[in-house]
Structures are given as structure tokens and as C-alpha cells.
């Protein structure tokens, strides 16, 4: 298949980006989006042109590394992938397709399609753990978890950090990364001991670092390419309720 | 010629770890305060070494080619973790998981190693569970367990097939809380481009910032590499498109040797090649093979006219399909180790009988599980791997067999290491896939993850201080020194080189070529005359990458094709020196399969007599021929024999 390229170009994070268009031909559809990507980049080095940055980097869905923006859509036109899982067999001949960075203040474009995503690492760093250091913890058995329980922490547990959440969202509110965290931890006797420092200290930083409100949209569930639930987003209200009353 | 000393601690098997930690040198509190360690890399081992040494008090520096430390290629491993607790109560213990490891690397691994592997087993999955990793549960809240190749015991712990991903954020959940108490110092999107020594000692590393251009300069009393394996040099792997040997490639350019570089895991139940266009393939986990069966036609016709579209494989009658895993190795069947099982699929296929529309890929059918326990068992085991095969093939694998293929996904060699994971530069230590240590000649399902943590939890924190402990008086490395200067210079120069070739061809169209004659000539069989071939050719190739390649730009700021031009580079001279490995060890063992040497049945055909011992090659220069290094294995507490999967 042929298709026609709208992509975001930018030379660094201090420069104006502007859209590029480019052609591509010959396109398999058994072809993923990054690899049609490849493509591209492919005849723009052998062009003597400058290829396209994007991050990938395991192009399995597990890394969280891919991230583009594609037709409108985090990770693009497909149900519960990242763009590396994206096959070209979801476009039609001849399309255009447009291209963009994750779009959200606290993620500032490096250069093209990459985004700096560190501030979701510091919402990690703030709480986003058990405090148990290397050794001297009983045996894992000793922990019985009902299985529920142990399931839904792993749904949420899922969570790979792309950032497809804060860039579906319009106000770019990191609450479903922040919920997913907190919620693994919240349903898990291990994470029961320090819960109420954790909630507070991850809710004070996400705000700190800019992210926007939560009002409800679901737009973060809709294009979440693990489908993490907004039921966690519900856990968290409750946790941080609990936490500011106790 | 130098002699290896693998410093294998004096006593018992089961004391040696002991009383190594017993007696080995510690540092005291506050002289961890003025030690700095810098940790490259931020998969199972790095991360959890790194984490692990700060919250003993030491200065760590961590470095990752990503954007998040979280995105460590660990992430995507997908089965489980082995772990020798006896949960099941079906047999298991600390020796037989030592045993089933040491055999399943055909007798190419040390005793010591693994005993210790083994036995820390137990511990990982403590500190795990104490971390809150969601481990697969019972009902009755306690751990589940299933079952990986080469055992005759459940002994792998789970999450759904995200086990790699949940164990890395439980690592990278203790490497964020020790940056948030400030004892770590993360630097991310940097690469590492050399090891600085003083004095014949690792005291820092230069790197490239990936986002300036700009290199930098870190010193430190030790360095830890735990920078993964280097599947990569085959284009086409199961590995992440990141995933690169260049850090270790630049130690071994400044010293350390490299061991086994020829054993590589090829892994039997990977989605086939489909297209030209390809970049990398994608593992269905072998945690499969616990409920799927692998078959192919019984009759060639059958096979050729599913290659040519018209026949569909679920109608072949039971009678005319051949499981010949089960056929083959009855007592172990499905669940033969790994190169066992890619071995007997390549010989299926290039008799005529694979299939898909390159008759290069094998059947592994769920049907039988699917009617004996119903799909929605089967659908909670592996949801989340079916979910990703249909979007990748775009069929259905509830209704049609998956079309399965081996593809190259683990390296077992690596550099060359003691027990206490130095590396022969005093102060490198190595951790992780990028060592040789504990697998011999193939890896065990669900060990690599095991092998990661124990090396970053459990084992570098104490290895490491048994040689810091002389390094207290040791002043901080000045980045003004003539040794940071030297490196700069050094690599500067090599990026220069790079950026002045403007030739006309890309730096991908080398890596897939470097990637065919490693397939071709060092992958699942090897030859002779094919390994010749193979040196022969990756040395025009290397030839032809440094007079036409073309890398667009210049080496300020991001330049992806740049970074990628480096680690291309390295693997063709990589792969050159694991033609050589594959030539100079005449026998075949685990994934090293050399056509000359086989049983009559086509089994690998060790010679114990001559070939004993770990291979570990010395750098002598680019066009030189390094020197081969032997460390004899003796097993003490083990018989070796013949590997036999056909009865238990």
C-alpha cells in the first residue's frame, strides 16, 4: 500500500516543530507501524535526508518506549496495542497519516517524536514502592493474598508507563498511571504499611510536576494500550480520602 | 599464558558460598560513604545491584540507554522465575535445580556458580514477594507454580506472561526509592563508550549523553556492567531494537576477556519470519508448551499444500499429524530444553515437512488443552500471549494452531568472569546476561531472571566489597586525568571516523547483513567450512562498513543512525570472534551445534575428553587474532553423561 506521511518534525526542544509530509510506497500490510516507519527512514538516510526520531525500542507492547500519536489516537487506530504492536493492515491504501508527539506540557518534545516522559519517574520516586530492603524478609509463603485480590493488583500492576493515558487525556492528568501504581499497592498487604504516606506523596507530586485534573472522561481508559481500568482511579479517590481523614 | 583463576571458594559444594561470605573482606560503614560504584545498565541485574549496593551505603552512578530505567529489555521476559522452594511438594530442592541447570547446559558450566544460583534461589522470590510483586496466587492465597523445560518439577513462579516486566518495576521500585534517599545518581539516555583504567584497574567510564551529543566523564572505585547480551548481532531476535553488546565489546577491547562467545540460545517457539521488511521477532513464551502440543504433518503432501494455501491444519486427522517431541523424547516431550527442541523443529522443516506459506515454522496446538480444561482456562494461563500473537499473524489461535518458529534470544556467553563476577580487569565486575557465568551451553527456561537477580540482589553486594575493601584509601579519580583525556580522544575519534565515511549505504543494510551470515553459518547448525566462510565474509563486511556507510549528521546533539552505526560496528567484529569460538570447539553442546559432531539420532555429540572447559578470549587488536584462554570445569559433584531426554 502507498500512504501519505504528516509527521511532527522538531529539531530539538528549544526549536518551533512543524509538519513534514512525506511519501511512502510499497507497504506491507502484514507490516507494523515502526517498521513502515523504518521504511521511511530507510529512503530519507539513503536520500541524504534526516531520518525521523522515535522512541522503541522492545517492539513487543512491553517496554512502554513507542509512543506516537497517530490520526488523533495515542498508540493509533487499534484496540489495547502500543504503536509497535500497530499493524499497517488497520489503514486503508492511499491514506494520509498524521503523525505527532505525545501532546501534554509536563512531557516537553527532545527532538521530532520523542517526548521527555522523566516526570513519570519521579511520581515513582516520590512513593511508588514497598520500603523493603534487600534481605531479611520472611519466607514468601508466609503472605497468603487471596487470589482476588493478587488478580487485580496484577491488572494494574500492567501498567507499562507510556504515557498514552496523559496524552488521550485534555487535561493531561496522569491520574490512571498514579491510580494503577497506587492501586497494586493498596490491594497488597505488603504495600498496607506505608499506603497513606504513599497516596499523599504520589497525588502532592503528580500535581507539582503539572499534570491536570481528572474530570472524568475516560479517555485515559479508552486508549490505555494494557487497558488499565478507571476502577483505579475510583481505589485512589478512596485511598486519598482515607489517608487526609485518618 | 595467563591462568584464569576462577577463584572457586575451598570446601563442600553446599559451603562454598558460605563460607566464601564468611570470610571474605566487608567495608565498614563509613568508608561505604566515600566509595563510589557506577552501574551500567538497569535490567534485573543492574537495577537490583545498584539499589542493593546504595542501600549499603555506597555512592552508586547508574546509567541507561533509555528514557526511564524501567524500560530495561528484562522486561520483556515473559514466563517466570525459577526457584528451588519446594512448594508443590513434588520433589524439588536446592541440588536438583543445580542439577537440572548444570545438565541442561551439557556440562560447559562451573559447579560453583550454579550451586550458588541455586541456591539463592529462595531468596529471590522472598524479596520479591516482599516488594509487592503480583505473583500468580491459589485460592488459598499461596504462591502458584508451572512448569518449564528441562525439569520434571514445577518450580517457576509467575505473573500472567509479564513475569520479567513485574520483577524489573520491583527492581526498579528499590533503585527509585535509593534515588530518592540520594545514594543513587540516575543518568539516563546515556550510552557507555569505554571503560577508563588506572593502573590496570577499572576507575570509570566515558559516555555519550544520546539527547547532546556531548560525552561525559565518570569516575569511581569499581564499575558493574550489566548491559545485557548481545542476541542483536543476528538483526533478527527476539531482543529489543536497542539491545547491543557495546559495552561489553568495549571492555573486552580494554582487557577483559570474553568467554564462550559462540553459545547463543535459539529459542524454539518464536512467531516465523514473514517479510523482508522485518525488524525483530517476537517470542511466544515456553510457558506454552506446558498446555500446547508441536506437531507438523506426518505427510510431506500434506505439509506442501498448507505451504500453497490449501489445506488448513485443523483438517489433518489426529492419525497424519506427528507430535515428534512426544515421538522423539517421551519422558520429557514437549518440554525438552530449549536447544533441544529448536534443533528437532529446524530438522522438521528442512526434511519438507514445516509449514506456513515458507514451510518454515511447526505447529504448537492448543485444541487438546482447550477441550480438556476449556478455553477460558487456557484464556486466563496465556491471554495476554494469544492476544498478541492474533494481532501480530492476524489469526485466531483458539481455532488455529500457532505457526511457530526458533528464533535467537539469549546469550549465554558473555564476559569472562570468577565467582565473584570480576571480570579479568580488576574493578569491572559483570553481571547478568552479560557475563558467561551459570548457564554452560544452554540456558533453562525461567533461569535467566533467576540468574539476574541472584547476581544483583544477592550476590555483587558481597563480591564486590570483598574488593573494595582494599579501595578505602583510594582517592576519587580526577575527570581531568590523562586516562579520561586519552579515552576522549579515543572516542572522539572512532565517532569522527564514522560521521567522515559518508558513503551510500545505510547502517541497517549492514546489520541485516552481519545478521544473515551469523544466521546462516554460526546459528543453529555450524560447520566447518561454514564458520570459515563466515570469518572470511565478516571481515570484507567490516571492510565494506568502514569505507561506504553513511551517517547523516554530525556527532552534536541526537543522532540516532549515529548510535546505531557504533553498536553495528561492534557486532560485526562481535561476530567474528563467535565464528572463530564456534570454530575452535570441535564438538557439539547445548545450542552449539557443529554438523561434523552428532550421535546417529542427531543428537549433540560432546567430547568431554578434549573440549572441558571454558573458552576465554584475549583482545589483541582489531586485525590480530585473539588468544584463546582455557579454564578447565571438573564435576565433582555431578556425573556427567550423555544429556537424555527420551526417559527419566
Known sequence: MDLKLKIWRQVDANAEGKFVTYPVHNISQDASFLEMMDV????????????????????????????????????????SVTTCQLHMRKFKDGETVVIEPWRAKPFPVIKDLKVDRSPFDEIIRSGGYVSVNTGGVPDANTIPI??????????????????????????????????????????????????????????????????????NTYACEAECPKDISVSNIARMNREFLHAKIT | MTKLDSKIPEGPLAEKWTNFKAHQNLVNPANKRKIDIIVVGTGLAGGSAAASLSELGFNVKVFCIQDSPRRAHSIAAQGGINAAKNYPNDGDSVYRL?????????????????????????????????????????????????????????????????????????????????IKKGSVKMYTRREMMDVVLKDGKARGILVRNLVTGKLERYGAHAVLLASGGYGNVFFLSTNAMNSNASAAWKAYKRGAFFGHPSFVQIHPTCIPVHGNYQSKLTLMSESLRNDGRIWVPKKKEDAQKIQKGELSPVNIPEEDRDYYLERRY????????????????????????????????????????????????????????????????????????????????????????????????????????????????????????????????FVLPYTMQNYLADQINVPHLDTDSPEFEKSEKYVQGNLDKLLAIKGSKTVDSFHRKVGLIMWDYVGMGRSKEGLEKAIEDLKSLRKDFWSNVNIPGDSTGMNVELEKAVRVSDFIELGELMARDALSRNESCGGHFREEYQTEEGEAMRDDENFMFVSAWEYKGVDEEPVLHKEPLSYENIEVKQRNYKTA
Not at chain 2, 524479596?127 to 496466587?137: D, I, L, M
Not at chain 2, 509479564?162 to 527492581?171: D, H, K, R
Not at chain 2, 534443533?343 to 488443552?369: I, M, S
Not at chain 2, 534470544?409 to 564476559?415: A, F, K, L, R, V
Request: aromatic share 10%; charged share 20%; net charge negative.
Open chain 2, 98 to 178: 543445580f542439577y537440572d541447570t548444570v545438565k541442561g547446559g551439557d556440562y560447559r558450566a562451573r559447579e560453583a556458580n550454579v550451586y550458588r544460583l541455586a541456591e539463592v534461589s529462595n531468596n529471590i522470590i522472598d524479596q520479591c514477594v516482599a516488594q509487592g510483586v503480583p505473583f500468580a496466587r491459589e485460592y488459598g492465597g499461596m504462591l502458584d507454580n508451572r512448569s518449564f523445560g528441562g525439569a520434571l518439577v514445577s518450580r517457576t513462579f509467575y505473573a500472567r506472561g509479564q513475569t520479567g516486566q513485574q520483577l524489573l518495576l520491583g527492581a526498579y521500585g528499590a533503585l527509585s526509592k535509593e
Open chain 2, 330 to 457: 517421551p519422558a520429557f516431550g514437549n518440554l525438552v530444553p530449549r536447544d533441544v527442541a529448536s534443533r528437532a523443529a529446524k530438522e522438521r522443516c528442512d526434511e519438507g515437512y514445516g509449514v506456513g506459506n515458507t514451510g518454515l515454522a511447526v505447529y504448537l496446538d492448543f485444541k487438546d488443552a482447550i477441550n480438556r480444561l476449556g478455553k477460558s482456562v487456557i484464556e486466563a494461563r496465556y491471554g495476554n500471549l494469544f492476544q498478541m500473537y492474533d494481532k501480530i499473524v492476524d489469526e485466531n489461535p483458539y481455532e488455529t494452531p500457532m505457526m511457530i518458529y526458533p528464533a535467537i534470544h539469549y546469550t549465554m556467553g558473555g564476559i569472562w568472569v570468577d565467582y565473584e563476577l570480576q571480570s579479568t580487569i580488576p574493578g569491572l565486575f559483570v553481571g547478568g546476561e552479560a557475563n558467561f557465568s551459570d548457564h554452560g551451553a544452554n540456558r533453562l527456561g525461567a533461569s535467566a531472571l533467576m540468574q539476574g537477580l541472584s547476581d544483583g540482589y
Open chain 1, 40 to 79: 521511511l527512514n530507510e529512503e530519507l538516510v539513503t536520500t541524504g535526508k534526516e531520518p525521523v526520531a522515535f522512541d522503541h525500542d522492545c517492539r513487543e507492547g512491553i517496554c512502554g518506549m513507542c509512543s506516537l500519536f497517530i490520526n488523533g489516537r495515542p498508540h493509533g487506530p487499534d484496540d
Open chain 1, 146 to 215: 487471596n487470589k482476588e485480590n493478587a488478580d487485580l493488583a496484577m491488572d494494574a500492576a500492567a501498567c507499562i508507563g507510556c504515557g498514552a493515558c496523559v496524552a488521550a487525556c485534555k487535561n493531561a492528568s496522569a491520574m490512571l498511571f498514579v491510580s494503577a501504581k497506587v492501586s497494586q499497592l493498596a490491594l497488597l498487604p505488603q504495600g498496607k504499611v506505608e499506603a497513606k504516606r504513599r497516596v499523599e506523596s504520589m497525588v502532592a507530586k503528580m500535581d507539582d510536576l503539572g499534570f491536570g485534573n481528572c474530570t
